[in-house]
């Protein structure tokens, strides 16, 4: 015989709805939660938790928290998730940890007691691989950042790709001593050293490169030294636009021409990179198409939780420009 949530009411002589706030832990005496745990231990009773995590959830907005804000990267993907949530009536909760896991920490359980709906997540590379001990109460998708093993769905550029694409386009203009300018923060940069070594490899090229933390000003410090060596680079790959921006300004101080003295090339299709002369070559991410990805994939995922974990890989698009015309 099945036990209903009416049985228990009246084995503990209360309403359906006084068992209902006592289960779900809301506002009930200790002596009125004693009677009603009793009365589930008599009957046998089984709430269907399944359903009422699902009913909580469907109600509560969508996280989403990146790493970054300041990365016009995540501004983008912001914006295209936001847009996603508003066609369908959600709500969006946004916080941004900075690359800092303390900070990724209190964010992470302030969305647990908003009682979230899911999460779209860029997780600090500190956080990366240990999310699958973290006791979330909602369904994940990670976005830009996956790493592996997966234990939730996400949403990524061919990462290693696309850099190496950048550095075969440098090799094939002539350039031979090309450095790697990458952040030191997260799997997405770790991935695109990754393909800068594959590809400096396969040219029988040596790898000259820095992990940095992933801003314009720390890239313009580290790449006006490298400028002074007597052998300096005679192109860079910058693996997000704060590092390119930092190469940029930094080879603009020393006073060399790019691309006559320094080719440079580098990740994000930001507005600055065309406007510039000369103009920045550059990997386009499909940054909107990513972020209505992981919305779907989330909204998916919160319907249909036994559904398989799925991995969206993305293809960026080279844009040529002057900045990496052929050596003279």
């Not at 559904?307 to 002057?322: A, D, H, N, S, Y």
Request: net charge neutral; with cysteine; proline share 5%.
């Amino acid at each position: 015989m099945s036990i209903s949530i009416n049985d228990v009411a009246r084995a503990a002589g209360v309403s359906k709805s006084t068992v209902s706030r006592a289960l779900a832990g809301g506002s009930v005496s200790e002596e009125v939660r004693a009677r009603v745990a009793a009365a589930v231990q008599a009957t046998g009773y089984r709430p269907n938790l399944m359903a009422r995590r699902l009913r909580a959830r469907d109600a509560g907005p969508m996280g989403v928290l990146v790493a970054d804000i300041r990365n016009p990267f995540f501004t983008a993907l912001i914006r295209a998730v936001e847009a996603e949530a508003y066609r369908q009536g959600r709500r969006v909760l946004l916080c941004n940890t900075d690359e800092d896991p303390q900070r990724e920490a209190m964010y992470l359980q302030l969305m647990q007691e908003e009682r979230i709906a899911g999460l779209i997540f860029a997780p600090t590379q500190a956080s990366l691989h240990k999310l699958e001990r973290m006791q979330l109460e909602f369904p994940v998708v990670l976005v830009d950042r996956a790493g592996a093993p997966a234990f939730h769905d996400s949403v990524v550029l061919d990462n290693a790709q696309a850099c190496a694409t950048l550095v075969r386009h440098l090799v094939d203009q002539g350039r031979r001593r090309i450095a790697g300018v990458f952040g030191s923060t997260s799997s997405t940069a770790r991935e695109r050293c990754d393909g800068y070594l594959a590809a400096m490899r396969d040219a029988g090229l040596e790898p000259d490169l820095r992990q940095l933390p992933p801003t314009s000003d720390a890239a313009e410090a580290e790449v006006a030294q490298w400028l002074r060596q007597p052998q300096r680079p005679d192109a860079f790959v910058a693996s997000n636009s704060l590092l390119l921006e930092g190469c940029l300004r930094a080879i603009r101080a020393a006073g060399l021409r790019i691309p006559g003295d320094v080719a440079l090339a580098g990740f994000d299709n930001e507005r600055w990179t065309e406007l510039v002369a000369p103009a920045i070559t550059v990997i386009e991410q499909p940054v909107e198409a990513m972020g209505r990805a992981a919305f779907g994939l989330l909204m998916e995922r919160l319907h249909a939780p036994d559904l398989p974990l799925r991995k969206v890989i993305m293809q960026g698009r080279c844009i040529v420009r002057e900045s990496t015309q052929a050596a003279a």
